[in-house]
């Protein structure tokens, strides 16, 4: 058998924890299957004396990663602190400096430092492993940058936050208030450190920043991403949702179109009958089009310790094997600049929630406005109007429109609003069919 593989590992909250769980726990089996033994030597995190659920008495400690990193006993590091800058930013780069490959799971570092870290471990022969960065468990680096290396791809999209999906499940299931399933998805492990990056997509924007530059050879660029988060879905739109045969689920999409590659991260309405509209809880799913396979949809948990901590076990084993892959699998100076799709022009239905002054020619109004801009509607509906009616004498009335472009939709809802016909701000929700 080979010597062994030396492992420092930078974290020791959910994911870190969790991961000394498995190689600990399966070592002898996982040493087997890397034809070397994989051995953690030392560790780091913030507080020496807290208790995590594991025996850290063999290991070097370290307050300081990236001195961990520069540990000549550790070969390869395990980072799996989280932050886009400071400690972990510091760590990966000391290990890199020094030929040594990374294994992360931080997809708010890699989409704000991507290109340079790759370029970084290119200049010194070795490599970053991201597995466990987009979508838990799933295995879906592996696929894109590995498995369908033969393929065009033309569209990625899905579920890519456990948190969100969690929430959204209960609320709509259970009738759960949103902060009641946050704080379920935080003492689950689900949420991340500082749960804005979940609910308000930026944590989706990250990994389909990611996803984008595998699928598409593209450099990671996460400004391009418009994003929206579910903060403003109200149990009033789940409701309607659900009348008019739809989810609301946080789809991060990721296209070619002929205005460039559009990125988008927003709730969206999906048909109750589709495979994404039945992705329940923390799972997530990821869906890839291209030529020739065609469409591959991976569903698997999302987030948590154990689906996470596999996620990097099995990129610590493929780099143990000796199964290095360039970071973003094309040499970091291939990767192109994204031409960028502006939101304006992306195209689709959309639901609509106004909140209208109840008095005569209201509904007039907003008919017009929308006509005047060739939008067909599909359907409106004032529900309940006696019941819906708000202190400020106002109703809820929903639109269903067919296809149009977001700019259309942005004008109208705007013109709306000047005629004073509202009461609060709308709610827009972007319908795939
Ligand atoms: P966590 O439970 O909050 O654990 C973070 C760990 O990092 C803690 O042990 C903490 O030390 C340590 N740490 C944080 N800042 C540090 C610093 N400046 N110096 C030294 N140690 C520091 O986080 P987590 O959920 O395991 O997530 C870790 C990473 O995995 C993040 O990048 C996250 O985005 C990613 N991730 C998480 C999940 C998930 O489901 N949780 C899934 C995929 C990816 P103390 O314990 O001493 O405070
Ligand atoms: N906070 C993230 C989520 C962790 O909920 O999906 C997994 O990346």
Redesign the pocket.
């Known amino acids: 058998m080979a010597k062994p593989l030396k492992v420092g590992i930078?974290?020791?909250?959910?994911?870190?924890a969790a991961t000394i769980r498995i190689l600990v726990g399966a070592h002898n089996e996982l040493s087997a299957r890397a034809g070397r033994s994989i051995e953690i030597v030392a560790v780091?995190?913030?507080?020496k004396g807290?208790d995590?659920g594991v025996d850290l008495g063999a290991y070097r400690w370290y307050?300081d990663?990236a001195e961990m990193a520069r540990d000549p006993g550790v070969e390869l590091l395990v980072e799996?602190?989280?932050?886009s800058e400071?400690?972990?930013k510091a760590a990966i780069e000391a290990a890199l400096a020094l030929g040594k490959p990374v294994v992360?799971?931080?997809?708010?570092?890699l989409a704000a430092h991507g290109p340079a870290l790759a370029a970084l471990a290119e200049r010194n022969n070795t490599t970053i492993a991201f597995e466990?960065?987009v979508a838990?468990g799933i295995p879906v680096i592996k696929a894109l940058r590995e498995a369908l290396v033969g393929n065009k791809v033309t569209r990625v999209s899905g579920i890519m936050n456990?948190t969100c999906n969690y929430i959204l499940s209960r609320m709509e299931a259970e009738g759960l208030d949103f902060a009641q399933c946050l704080k379920a998805a935080q003492e689950l492990?689900?949420?991340?450190?500082d749960p804005t990056f979940d609910v308000e997509g930026f944590?989706t924007a990250h990994k389909l920043a990611l996803l984008t530059a595998l699928a598409f050879g593209t450099e990671v660029d996460s400004d391009a991403v418009y994003v929206e988060g579910i903060s403003g879905v109200t149990p009033l739109d789940l409701e309607m949702a659900e009348e008019l045969g739809f989810r609301i689920k946080l789809l991060g999409v990721a296209e070619r179109t002929a205005a460039g590659i559009e990125q988008r991260v927003h709730p969206t309405f999906v048909s109750r009958q589709s495979q994404l509209a039945n992705v329940m809880g923390v799972t997530n799913a990821v869906a890839i089009e291209a030529e020739p396979v065609g469409t591959i949809t991976l569903v698997g948990p999302g987030?948590?310790?154990g689906?996470?901590a596999s996620a990097v076990v099995g990129d610590i084993v493929d780099l143990a094997r000796g199964n290095a892959v360039t970071t973003f699998g094309r040499p970091s100076q291939v990767l192109e600049k994204p031409i960028r799709a502006p939101m304006q022009r992306h195209e689709g239905g959309y639901y609509i929630r106004l909140q209208v002054l109840d008095r005569p020619g209201a509904a007039a109004i907003i008919a017009s406005r929308m006509a005047e801009r060739g939008i067909s509607l599909e359907s409106i509906l004032q529900k309940g109007r006696e019941a819906r009616r708000n202190a400020n004498g106002s109703v809820p009335v929903i639109l269903i429109t067919y296809a149009t472009t977001e700019l259309l939709i942005r004008n109208a809802v705007a013109a709306i609003a000047e005629d004073g016909v509202l009461d609060g701000t709308p709610q827009v929700i972007r319908i795939e069919r």
């Not at 930078?10 to 870190?16: E, I, M, N, R, S």
């Not at 992360?104 to 570092?109: E, S, V, Y």
């Open positions: 930078a974290g020791l909250g959910t994911v870190g780091s995190a913030r507080s807290k995590r307050d990663a799996v602190m989280g932050g400071g400690m972990a992360t799971a931080n997809k708010a570092l466990a960065a838990g456990g492990g689900y949420a991340e450190a944590d987030a948590g310790g689906a996470t």
